[in-house]
């Protein structure tokens, strides 16, 4: 017996558009048998929006034409079909209940009725569709090829020229309306699957930079100890040569071991430079082949010229 899980029951193949899509059927119907009580029920009305919270999702849903019913529907069933696919029903569901909130939110602040708003989740769906699959095609009224770019891009001008024109006649509020509910639940998209991916860039970028900037400071900071220890390294070389250690120089001898970093990979004898080296003042092993230095490896500190 196969296990289903929650996943797989409402995953892509049942999901949420095919559901949605039921709905813009059911209502289309119930709009027909009464358009005014099917308005007065579903449509959204900011004065008694609050009573009825369902309004706030249901004025998408209603279509008063035939043409409005097929286009509207198709639509929504053709991109959010492609769009639940790609991002999962949950991700879907959300950016749906965005877009819907966000302009049934926004009439509800301006006292704007919505007798209807397909075109609300239909557009935001066409802009994160358009961004998610720049050269896909669509053929109009089954003939005519377009980019779903360019269908994009000529949706959003018709908005913008809805709000502009809207603003002489006083009936701007519905262009804004599809405006912030596109707006949203595009924004909602762009933010999930590219704020949200520069973010973490961002600040995979600083970790990085403060680590670089923490490793340049460590570098620097063992360069200079590296640096006033060598002639110190020096001079207990030749006291021990010559046998006779001075107080600070036993006491330097048994503190230079203690300096010396456990499982550092450190050069021959024969690499070691010294203070002469911009590489070996800056290694950990500095204190390692001092050691070997003092103990006579190498015997003396070749440093070899360019041209050599």
């Known amino acids: 017996m196969t296990i289903r899980t929650r996943n797989d029951i409402f995953g892509p193949k049942m999901g949420l558009t095919a559901p949605l ?29 609050l009573r009825a919270p369902w309004t706030f999702v ?30 999962g029903t949950a991700e879907f569901a959300a950016f749906w209940a965005v877009a819907t909130l966000g302009a049934s939110g926004a009439a509800f602040l ?9 075109m609300v989740v239909d ?17 109009i009224f089954f003939v005519l090829p377009i980019r779903v770019t360019w269908m994009a891009y000529a949706t959003a001008a018709y908005l913008v020229f809805r709000l502009v024109t809207g603003i ?10 599809d405006i912030v509910g596109a707006s949203a639940g595009y924004l909602f998209y762009w933010v999930r699957h590219h704020g ?9 970028d600083a970790v990085a930079a403060a680590k670089t900037a923490g490793a340049v400071r460590e570098d620097r900071a063992l360069e200079a100890r590296n640096r006033a220890l060598f002639p110190k390294v020096e001079a207990l070389r030749a006291a ?24 550092v990979n450190i050069c021959k004898p024969v690499d070691f430079k010294g203070d ?11 204190a390692e082949c001092s050691l070997r230095y003092v103990a006579g490896q190498p015997d003396e500190i070749v440093v070899k010229k360019r041209d050599q």
Do not use: N
């Not at 949200?196 to 995979?204: C, I, L």
């Open 21 to 49: 899509s039921v709905l813009h059927l059911i209502l289309y119907f119930v709009v027909q048998s009464d358009p005014l009580r099917a308005a007065r029920v579903f449509a959204f009305e900011p004065a008694s929006a």
């Open 58 to 87: 249901t004025f998408q849903f209603l279509h008063y034409g035939a043409w409005d019913l097929v286009m509207g529907t198709l639509f929504f069933y053709i991109l959010g079909s492609a769009l639940e696919s790609s991002w």
């Open 110 to 118: 301006l006292g704007q009725t919505l007798l209807s708003g397909w």
């Open 123 to 139: 557009v935001s769906m066409l802009f994160a569709y358009a961004t998610l699959f720049p050269d896909a095609v669509f053929y």
């Open 168 to 177: 002489g006649s006083r009936g701007a509020g519905a262009a804004f309306v």
């Open 196 to 204: 949200t991916f520069r973010m973490k860039k961002a600040a995979r």
């Open 240 to 263: 021990t040569r010559a046998g006779e250690l001075p107080d600070d120089l036993r006491t330097f001898a048994g503190e230079l071991p203690r300096l010396v970093v456990p499982g």
């Open 276 to 286: 002469k080296d911009g590489i070996c003042v800056r290694c950990e092993g500095f």
